[in-house]
């Protein structure tokens, strides 16, 4: 009975400890339902839906049309593009601007009235998996139901038997290719994207406990009382973290690609470049969230609490598109949404500037916001030393 009246005190007192900290309780409390709630949020479609698609349709005859509105009542699809020729297409594919291109090739209505085999040509973007497997799945949908639903009142009004329009049309098959990841690979597809998130929470992580960890040892008064400048300081005290994760940056590419053989077919000083502007927009928010907080341990869960949302909001595991409007736009906040969408274009694709410049100039427009704050709260806390 002594050991369980000990275990209660120590239980008792650890209770009264939690609830007295409001920052703590709030965490306790509330995490589990704020984690539950983002999960409904990102998740809450379960299936993905209007995937941008260009059609490029070299025939222009009723049968083709007949398939172009077929693949847009497809609840997967979502035409955006009516192209002229294939060099618009790759265009917009490497772009992003679509996800799949589909080709139908010239004399198409010929060849299915003479009873020719016919191939239409699907090109999905194989740099993101979830898209690539969900179009999959659509233009195998399509293909099955190629039938009478499609052109079988084309080929019977023009004299041929159903019996016999429904043999031709089974000759029409869609002819699937995976540009820029042909054997869907998964490594290509997680590797520098998981870095990329580990990369970031270690150096929040380091960042934001260089403040907390003065303040809570007292040593921030040499700091508070000195005659040094607000930027001199946060220079001083963010430039061994930036230094290090453009160091490891550099090890996980030539790793990358050393070892793993991932593809390497962009520029890369583009790459660095990159690179370099996604690390001082993190180390300036790790620098601001830890002049924020009042110790270490406070920083250290405010950085575990959001390192998850922030994945999952930089469109890592479900693509924007498919998330509540609310989820959407608060992911294009992280610096890690506009990261793996430059890093993705530029080692797979090969991108060129003109095709990351925007994300370029969103990270370094978020690195002037994060540096300028986290400068700003320095000059707030040196008026109140701890």
């Not at 609830?19 to 999960?39: E, H, I, M, N, P």
């Not at 005659?227 to 973290?241: A, D, M, Q, S, W």
Request: glycine fraction near 6%; charged fraction near 15%.
């Amino acid at each position: 009975m002594q050991i369980l009246r000990n275990i209660a005190s120590i239980a008792y007192v650890e209770w009264l400890t939690m609830t007295r900290d409001k920052f703590l309780a709030a965490v306790v409390f509330g995490a589990g339902f704020f984690y539950l709630s983002l999960f409904g949020l990102v998740y809450c479609s379960a299936i993905l839906t209007d995937i941008p698609v260009a059609v490029v349709d070299q025939d222009h005859s009723p049968a083709s049309r007949e398939l172009v509105q077929k693949l847009a009542s497809n609840p997967r699809l979502d035409i955006v593009s009516y192209l002229g020729d294939s060099q618009e297409m790759d265009k917009q594919l490497e772009a992003n601007l679509v996800r799949a291109g589909i080709v139908i090739p010239k004399n198409f209505a010929k060849d299915i009235a003479s009873g020719n085999p016919v191939r239409v040509q699907a090109t999905v973007d194989g740099c993101n998996l979830i898209y690539a497997y969900n179009l999959r799945k659509a233009i195998l949908d399509i293909n099955r139901s190629v039938g009478t639903d499609i052109m079988a009142s084309t080929l019977v009004g023009a004299g041929i038997e159903p019996a016999r329009a429904e043999d031709i049309l089974k000759s029409v098959q869609f002819v699937s290719e995976s540009r820029y990841n042909p054997t869907y690979n998964y490594v290509n597809f997680l590797y520098l994207l998981l870095v990329i998130i580990a990369v970031q929470q270690t150096c929040l992580l380091g960042e934001g406990l260089t403040l907390a960890r003065e303040k809570e040892q007292n040593t921030w008064v040499q700091f508070a009382l000195s005659p040094l400048r607000n930027v001199e300081i946060f220079i001083g005290k963010v430039l061994p973290y930036y230094l290090v994760l453009l160091a490891n940056a550099g090890l996980v590419l030539a790793g990358a690609y050393i070892f793993l053989k991932l593809p390497m077919h962009g520029n890369l000083l583009l790459l660095w470049l990159v690179f370099a502007v996604f690390a001082l927009a993190i180390v300036g928010l790790g620098y601001w969230i830890s002049s924020c907080c009042r110790d270490t341990a406070q920083a250290t869960m405010v950085i575990c609490l959001f390192n998850l949302p922030m994945a999952l909001g930089s469109g890592f595991t479900w693509p924007h598109a498919s998330m509540t409007p609310l989820v959407k736009y608060i992911g294009y906040l992280f610096p890690a949404t506009w990261m793996t969408h430059a890093t993705r274009a530029i080692t797979m694709k090969a991108a060129s500037w003109e095709v990351v410049w925007t994300d370029i100039v969103i990270l370094a427009i978020m690195a002037m916001f994060f540096v300028s704050g986290a400068v700003i709260s320095t000059r707030k806390i040196r008026s109140v030393p701890d």
